[in-house]
């Protein structure tokens, strides 16, 4: 099985982005949970949401303790909120902000694994007009995702948000756009 756990604030659209990548990987055929874990939070509280992606039915239902990939959609959470707890050995931070790969690494204490970072919110601002990095996270996560491929997820969340969205193209292609752009830009560091 495969986990990951989502880090934001509310409005930033981290339950969209779970949901979103969830009915991305269900497309490819895969057992899939994607669901948000948060209580009476307002905007710009933190929350959390979960991706399991597998093979067969998944039977567990509770929140992610050992994620193999941690998305942060807000760089500052991680002064107050511990984004790496639990994460697997050899496991896979994703963190949107300008910086290195490295000093993120050496910022969360990080000694193993990959450490990755893409600029969602500049990416957001020029593709979507507003600071909403969701999409742009997803799309950087698709590059971690060894079995999920850029354009099938592209052609996917096309269809979901024209559901949504039929009135508002500019939404569709921007949010598109944002992940394609986030996916080609996001940076990379093993060790």
Request: net charge neutral.
């Amino acid at each position: 099985m495969f986990e990951i756990r989502w880090h934001g604030r509310g409005g930033q659209g981290a339950k969209t982005a779970a949901l979103l990548f969830g009915d991305a990987a269900m497309a490819t055929g895969k057992f899939v949970q994607g669901f948000p874990e948060y209580g009476p939070e307002r905007r710009g509280a933190p929350v959390r949401s979960f991706n399991r992606i597998d093979e067969k039915p998944i039977t567990l239902h509770c929140g992610v303790t050992s994620p193999d990939i941690v998305v942060v959609l807000d760089p500052s959470l991680m002064r107050t909120v511990d984004v790496t707890e639990g994460l697997k050995e050899g496991g896979i931070v994703l963190v949107n902000t300008n910086e290195e790969p490295s000093n993120m690494r050496e910022q969360l204490g990080l000694k193993g694994g990959k450490m990755c970072t893409v600029d969602a919110m500049a990416i957001s601002r020029d593709c979507i007009g507003k600071n909403i990095p969701n999409t742009p996270m997803m799309g950087a996560l698709v590059k971690m995702v060894p079995f999920l491929d850029i354009d099938r997820v592209i052609d996917d969340t096309h269809k979901k948000l024209t559901k949504k969205f039929q009135h508002k193209p500019e939404v569709i292609d921007g949010n598109l756009k944002a992940i394609k752009r986030a996916y080609d830009e996001v940076k990379e560091e093993q060790v």
